[in-house]
């Protein structure tokens, strides 16, 4: 007899009247984790090769490279296979200039690619021949910089939170069965005194209370022994798993007018970024630039303790720039997904600019549903993403 498993992968969609309670598959769900294995078996060959990909969001001219990097943080207990534990794992993604120059990628910068057309992968193929720079050791320089760069900071988070989890596990250990130890042998002297006197127990005696202590005592080495080991924290070689070559849009545009309207848009973001930045600054926030990370935001903005209202010390913009006279914004997949991640911090400013004059909102809850799974960005209405949302700043 079969059985049928309803899933679903919205949250609100588990539990609907009338229908079977499905089960809400999210990151760490055993059923997502075995078919992200059986995937990465069947082609992780794939991955390893290479792919192309063309980024729509960018405008520039030069092609880069994108490693997908896996990186283990590992403890001294010994795990069934007879290797050392492995108590973190993240997967990173580095991206490489043709200047040999490396840099973060953003935690999932795929998300804002596509697969190129036959008509762009032709022009691609007949190219490559002319970049010599691939050939240049491009897989050990994206592992030197994650080496350098990345894991430091994972191994220093994993290890702080590990160290706070251990010292309180230690103490709890040492407090509990101490106690008990004391308890023990304190039960052994007073019932070796009364057997002195002839008085015994028939349900215990002195013995059996020392050998309680003893076994105890044992336990007690044994656990602070494991606890020592889970201290020995140490960072694995990263592996690649795979890696991509992206292409720019700018790279295919090689007409003068689209050169001329790149310059125009870089201004015009550039102008954007400036004037929210300047306005997180007046608000009494600290801001900072991460838009080249490709996180899914541009800005984030730190919140001193007295003006936290809702507890969030960080506040995440994305920021859009346009023309005054433009009816529509571009918002790519993994901005998008980053909204609905992180409602409570995320900000979406639109930023309206006219010569010397700007016009500023500020959106809370802009996007409302997740996109297409086959979709790398969306256009919105300016006006109805303005009136759909809740504004919480208007300059």
Known sequence: MKTQICICFDKDAANIQGQVPAAFISPGHPLLSAMSDLIREKYGNDLKQGKVFVDDSDDGKEMRLLFYIENSIQDGIAAQNGQRRVISKRVHFVKIRKNGNATTAGYAPYLDYHAPTEEERNRIFAMLSEEDWLKNNVEDIA???????????????????????????????????????????????????????????????????????????????????????????????????????????????????????????????????????????????????????????????????????????LRFIEVKGRRADADTVTVSKNEILTALNKPDEYILAIVLIEGKNTQIFYLKNPFKTTPDFSATSINYNIKKLINDAKIIYKG
Request: some cysteine; aromatic content about 6%.
């Open 143 to 313: 592992v030197g910089y994650a080496i350098q760069n990345i894991i430091p900071a994972h191994l220093e988070e994993v290890s702080n939170r590990k160290k706070a989890m251990l010292d309180k596990m230690e103490n709890a250990v040492k407090e509990r069965l101490t106690s008990e130890i004391r308890y023990w042998d304190f039960c052994a002297n007073e019932l070796r005194e009364k057997e002195s006197m002839g008085k015994r127990n028939a349900k215990l005696n002195a013995d059996q209370a020392a050998k309680r202590a003893e076994e105890l005592t044992a336990r007690l080495e044994k656990r602070l022994s494991e606890i020592a080991q889970e201290r020995k924290i140490t960072a694995m070689s990263p592996i690649v798993v795979g890696g991509a070559l992206v292409i720019p849009k700018g790279w295919f545009e090689q007409e003068k007018s689209k050169e001329h309207s790149s310059v125009n848009r870089s201004e015009v973001e550039r102008i954007a970024m400036q004037t929210v930045l300047n306005i997180e600054r007046g608000l009494g926030f600290s801001p900072k630039d991460v838009s080249a990370e490709k996180c899914g935001y541009d800005i984030e903005s730190f919140v001193p303790e007295e003006l936290r209202k809702e507890g969030n010390c």
